[in-house]
């Protein structure tokens, strides 16, 4: 037993035993993402958008002169897959960094195991916190902000365009990201505007075809908002049958992920209802929308799906981006041709990097700090959906808890105060 | 009423003088599968994963020797993985064997309550209620997020192994050969327990239950027995398939799953102990490769394969096998032949 | 609970369970004949939604009126029924009728991940939604609840049209009577000359149309996409086996208590909301192991 042991991990460690790396011919990456189920509405368009970034990239000469290959794993096939296929593209399939995953879940499954396999993992839109709080890595870094910074920026633009709103009730997916994200919202709600009463919690279960009954009992009960933050085809059937209701035009709605469906609620969505988008991350990005790259990645994409680029895109731009950084980084800090993997994860430390959005940088803990962007929805006529007013985009540093803390007790010490504390950039569109 | 499973009679076959082909090409295949971490380690998951189903697979195999068919089994292998989940988050650092007693023994005992109910059943209200007994616990799994995590379900922290702490690697070794070993004992117990006579009257009750009533021996009781004996090694499977994980699911009890321990037990060979875990074996790694190299078309492709099994090999790989096996070797196996023609 | 929120409870459940049951009725129509349940079900009612989906969409971006939808629905479904159902039973199980019932429900399985890629492939993964036929027909408000008249009034009409259309045409018409003998002793059928083949073959088509049909009157209420179908099989077999299977008049029974539980839960303990169609379907099985309306087969030596 004692030989296979050393067997085994003698075959984990071998391939990275080199202290300065040689130049691969290619650098090979894995990035796992949904192609089937319902989040195909994230994993699809983030897939498409690394198509054309890394093509982007390998036209300009790749990585200090190596092209980056880009491997997809289905999220879709089952956990079972998923893990033997991550596994098998680190230790058979030469990936030198993987960017995992969509779903929390898996990304809990898969930040232990890259851990334990010594591969980078840059954790590319998964969005709960417990992941940094709750455990600390050495070699899984997140490219992106946390549920904290995003429902903290929900709470905050809400409480400034609504000031006087009473009752709240909520209709959130059945699982961890619904109830995650509630906690906060509702935590965070309580400490800066303890005289709000929660009228109504339903959480119908994920992937819930028919929302009638809730919106019945949301007519019966007419709270001054509804929180949800679904999303995908939920969110779609949520919004379409309170639309079709009346609802929409008794409750103001905060939907915290609804830029990735604006573009296919087209005229449901009408005007007054707040929008997020989990990130700064919006199609006419107020700072960005003149920018030569940003244009010519939209049209890039959409010239390529037909569609406006939705969050997940800016993600996976922001994963790319904070690779490629991480490399030049360590190749220029340590004067090499190609790094080890030692010098690459000690590149990641404090990295400042910028995809499609605002600059981002890495804190100690590995987790990202991303700015957050809010609106209001209008129907302008300029495209036949809904696009944002009264744009609010916020400082990310201040929206996570500080080292060490966890959200969840950090948002308990905060109060009223709180909002008047971040930085924000207002924008009339 | 239609016959529902056909008994493959190679694995009920008394050997010979001779060791039978067919034993011979068990041990080097239980041999090349001890020998996958030398020799192909990056199929060791996978195939370790194979196993845990195949187990699973074995119990709704000895199901299917009574003719019955269950939809809903993997109600006991959720159960058992979840009983080891809750155990590792209220007691860090228990024993790898304290995890497995304790999910089958939450396995056994669940399939003996479930049993009580559902023994009185046949046919396709047996499935249909134990489909509902498993959708009922996964409803509860994926509503109950606080107590159950919720569709992501909870972590099942690394176990120590008769009091070591282990790391991964190694962990994964000792899973892998446990594995193995109650994948041959276990097996090897169905074997013998189908030959018992408690397992003689078992398989009665598919050809011709009314002659046991007549006998006044009670059906129920002895479909009882087997049910339980299939929850257990459900409940094997749900552990080791958990441990190997370090996370556990509702996926893990939801139908799909279910349908696809029966989809397994079918292309092995209906009612063959050998044919589970082959059945698992070939099946997760079309699945896996399906997935890896089809994107995402691997569900056409494994729909289609399963369909080309049944339209063209109703007896799964294990009557292929018995075919192959019963040319070169006709004396034999003529009763594998006998039930081929039939 | 008072009487307002016991009718909106009341009115609720009734517009789910409608839906329900006209996808119920076509699994339970299949089984009662041919003894097959058909997993692949979920996705033919997937596929009538998605049908239905592009062909409104075509049709209304010409400038036809959303109400022109209400043909295409039915367009749809036969399309699943002649396109789809066809093949299947004449490809597929039509080889298999005299094999064990595992293998027939396994090859109904096998079609239904076949379907459920084939569904992607054709419509892609995003989510489409096309409702302009429900918002033609507009509101009406009750207690100060707003309904659309789509889900409260032409959903219930258009199962309880069914129910009643599909007695009458297996009581009253000869095919409807070829079928039932068919179903009563299919050798015995078989010898005064019926066709058993194309009894069954018709069979399934107008099982398959059914689901097609469930598909097309959910789309305008419902996202539509990859997955949706494997949803709706669980709850068709819950409303099946607790009516008793092949049971059509139970069937609209079941749907009934299963919508009605679900709604009431919702305001009542919304948290086992999900619970309720099974919880039901367990209970009533225990007590009657043949469902609500079957009768108990008898045991053949």
Redesign the interface.
Known sequence: MKNLLTTTMLCAVLPFAALAADKPETLKIGMTTFLTGPASVFGVPARDAMNILVENINSQGGVNGVPIEVTYIDEGAGAEALTSEFRRLVQSGGAEVMLASISSGNCQTLAPLAEDLKVPNLMWDCGTQRIFEENSYDYVFRTQGNATSEMLAAVTYLLKTNPDFKTIAVVNQDYAWGRDSWDIFRTALQVMKPDVEVVGEFFPKFGAPDFSTEISRLQALRPDVILSTSWGADLDTFVQQAFQRGLMNTSTFVLPLAESSLERLGSSLPAGHIVGARGDHYFLHPERRDDADFKSFMAQYTEATGDIPVYPVFHASQAIAALTAAYDKAIAENGVDWPSKEQLVAAFEGLEFQGLGRSLHLREDNQGVESQLMGTSVQSGDYPFATLENIMIFDGEALLPPLGEVSLDWIKGLDAGFADSLTISTYEN | MRDTTRHPTSDSAKPGAMPSIRAILTLLGILLLAAVPFIAPSMQLLINLALAKGLAVLGVTVLLRAGQVSFGHALFFGISAYVGAFLMASLPGADLILVLVAGVGGAVVSGLLVGLFVVRYRGIFFGMLNLAFSMIFWSILEKFYHVTGGADGIRLARPSVLGMAMERAGFEAVIFYLSIVLMVVLGWFTLRWFASPVGQIFQTIKTNETRLEYLGLSPRRVLLSGYVLSAALCGVGGSLMALTQGVVTPEYVWWVRSAEMVFIAVLGGAGSVRGAFIGALIYEVVRIYASAFAGDIWQLLLGSFLLVIILFAPGGIMGIADTLIGHRKKSGQRAATAEEAK | MNL??FL??L???I??AALVFIVALGLTLIFGVMRI?N?AHGSLYAIGAYVTVSLSGYFLALGFAPVFAFPLMIVSAALVGVALGGPIEWL?LR??YD?????Q???T??????L???Q??VW????Y?E?RV??ALG?VTV??????VY?LILLPLVATGLLLGLRFFLRRTVIGKLILATTEDREAAQSIGIDADRVFLFTFMVGAVLAGLGGAL?SP???I????G???I?LS??VV?TAG?GQIGGAAVAALMIGLG??FA??VW??????VP??I??LV??VR??GLFGSPVA???
């Open positions: 307002t929120i909106l409870a009115f609720d459940g517009s789910y349940l997993v597929l080889r298999i094999k064990p019932e595992v293998l429900l396994l090859v399985f096998a079609v239904f991940m076949i459920e890629d084939v992607r492939l892609g993964s995003q989510p939604f409702a429900l918002q509101n207690f100060g609840v707003t309904y659309t889900q959910a209420t419902t996202s996409l990859p997955g949706m494997a949803d709706m669980v077999f819950a086996a299977l679900r709604s919702v305001y919304p948290e086992v909301a999900v619970l099974y919880l379907m367990v099985l225990l192991p043949e045991r053949k030596i």
